[in-house]
């Protein structure tokens, strides 16, 4: 296990920049899936068309897919996705700004990917707010938009919040593929570096890898047996 | 009924000319069989002629060194270098078994007793002399830069040191790990390095310009090289030297020994010229010297 000591910064680094692929594909797949959502819903049939298209393309393709058409379509089209150069958030991911563009690419095929997910958990959401709620808010006069903003989608993020932090964790475990698409030092590229490059054994690297994950994923999922304990007695 | 007997004649084709194969080895030398050849009783080499099996560890994805092509069988110079052990142990060609052995699990299949020998353009280095011992070397690959035809920017690894070129390898690969201290930034080595699982997909990147240039031991850019239809050249000089090994079980020294004076004995006999110009030959047609076995 004398590994796990003499390569800590490695393991450090892994995890430092798995968590940043993590929290920026998060942001995105929860703005994003929040939109697919809203369109899937809204009254202009357009609108649901192309959120039903976005979901069922997306939850049905495998990731390495997705993966493999950001690093390789999105180049072929002349993208190296450089709208994600924000020069604030750069500044903290530092990763965004580099010349290589694979990071970006890997944030967006997550993003993309997990938000088909994140749309189907927050339309369960939406379908368990009783649609009496609705009803009443239009009978009052409210818009569509004011509907979703003041109404819905307030009682429905609290019945969703349990299923989208299941889809957040499998985003956190799936973001283990994107050392296979170019993103150099993260916590599964390493581990594969530690092994076969520098021929360390793989039992002990890969137990180092697993805490890495584990150290994102386990406090992600007592958070939200505690939130839903807390509805539960709210509930009640 | 037509493609029926179409088909029949092919299968009496293909028949006779196995047949016809077989009778070639058997000219060559493979006659001696299992009786003829006798071993120290209790050696590796023993073992393996009795059970006339051996179990070779070799790449199924690396051209001209060890390829699975279609019809199953891989196929490249550590290949042939398993096979020409073979033939010393007195087993068949066709009774060498061949199991993947990708970089990463090289000194497991051995430790594990999942292969008796294992020739995978194994890089023979102290870390890895710790787990499994190596015979050889028997090939001194290096490491090389490929680069888009166009491109005379990059002369070398030192091109890297200014900071503005990228470059690609594969990851958990030697070469993925040596090009890292030629980068302006060797500790955060993601602004410049991108890593994938396999050369193609670096060729591809090459190829969209996202990297400026590939590199790895310059037999397999030589492969890329000639199938590019001259998009990509190779530039500057091989600045490392990987002395490819054969990687045997820790301890046992006798079939080391019997390995190692094997391929001093084929370097002059023509077989280790001929493994090499059938093969890796189609890359690089130098056929290199055999380099001198290392008995540490």
């Not at chain 1, 997910?117 to 006069?141: D, K, L």
């Amino acid at each position: 296990m004398s590994v796990l000591v003499d390569h800590l910064d490695v393991f450090v680094g892994g995890f430092w920049l798995t968590f940043q692929l993590c929290i920026l594909s998060a942001i995105g797949a929860l703005v994003v899936g929040t939109l697919v959502a809203v369109m899937r819903i809204s009254p202009i049939p357009p609108l649901r068309w192309i959120g039903t298209a976005y979901v069922t393309v997306f939850r049905n393709s495998p990731l390495t897919i997705v993966m493999f058409f950001a690093a390789f379509g999105l180049p072929a089209l002349g993208s190296n996705a450089d709208f994600l150069r924000v020069p604030g958030l750069s500044s903290v991911f530092s990763r965004l700004s580099i010349d290589l563009p694979y990071f970006r690419f890997a944030v967006i095929a997550l993003a993309l990917y997990t938000a088909a997910f994140v749309c189907e958990a927050i339309r369960s959401g939406i379908n368990a707010v009783s649609p009496g709620q609705a009803e009443a808010a239009r009978a009052i006069g409210l818009t569509f938009g004011q509907n979703l903003r003041y109404v819905v989608l307030p009682q429905a993020w609290k019945s969703a919040i349990v299923p989208l932090g299941s889809v957040i964790i499998a985003m956190i475990k799936n973001s283990a593929l994107a050392g296979f698409f170019g993103v150099v030092g993260d916590l599964s590229n390493s581990g594969i570096n530690l092994t076969s490059a520098l021929g360390e054994p793989i039992i002990p690297v890969f137990i180092g890898v697993s805490i890495g994950y584990l150290v994102m994923t386990v406090p992600l999922g007592m958070l939200l047996d505690r939130v839903e304990r807390r509805r539960a007695v709210a509930a009640r | 009924m037509r493609i029926t007997r179409v088909a029949a004649v092919a299968a009496v084709a293909a028949l006779a000319l196995t047949v016809a194969a077989c009778g070639g080895d058997g000219g060559d030398g493979d006659d001696t069989g299992s009786g003829s050849k006798t071993f120290e009783a209790g050696s590796t080499m023993e073992r393996l002629n009795k059970a006339q099996k051996i179990i070779v560890g070799t790449k199924f994805d690396q051209p001209g060194f060890g390829l699975k092509g279609l019809d199953n069988k891989p196929a490249g110079f550590d290949v042939e270098i398993g096979k020409i052990i073979a033939d010393e142990l007195g087993i068949a060609a066709d009774k060498v078994e061949y199991i993947e052995a990708p970089s990463a699990v090289r000194e497991e299949v051995l430790e594990q007793g999942k292969a008796d020998i294992v020739v995978a353009t194994y890089t023979i280095n102290d870390k890895r002399k710790e787990r499994i011992d190596f015979a050889g070397p028997y090939y001194i690959a290096g490491q090389h830069i490929m680069v888009r035809s166009d491109d005379s920017s990059i002369t070398g690894p030192d091109s890297f040191k200014a900071g503005d070129k990228k470059v690609c390898s594969v990851q958990g690969s030697t070469p993925g790990d040596n090009i890292k201290k030629y980068l302006a930034n060797p500790a955060s080595p993601g602004a410049q390095l991108v890593l994938f699982d396999g050369y193609q997909k670096c060729v591809d990147a090459l190829t969209n310009k996202q990297v400026d240039a590939v590199t790895t031991d310059n037999v397999i850019l030589l492969g890329y090289v000639a199938k590019s239809e001259g998009k990509f050249k190779l530039t500057g000089e091989k600045f490392t030297e990987e002395p490819y090994g054969i990687g045997v079980k820790k301890g046992d020294t006798a079939f080391r020994e019997f390995v190692n004076a094997t391929l001093e004995k084929i370097y002059t006999d023509g077989r280790y010229a001929k493994a090499w110009q059938d093969t890796a030959g189609k890359f690089d047609s130098t056929v290199p010297q055999g380099p001198a076995v290392n008995r540490y």
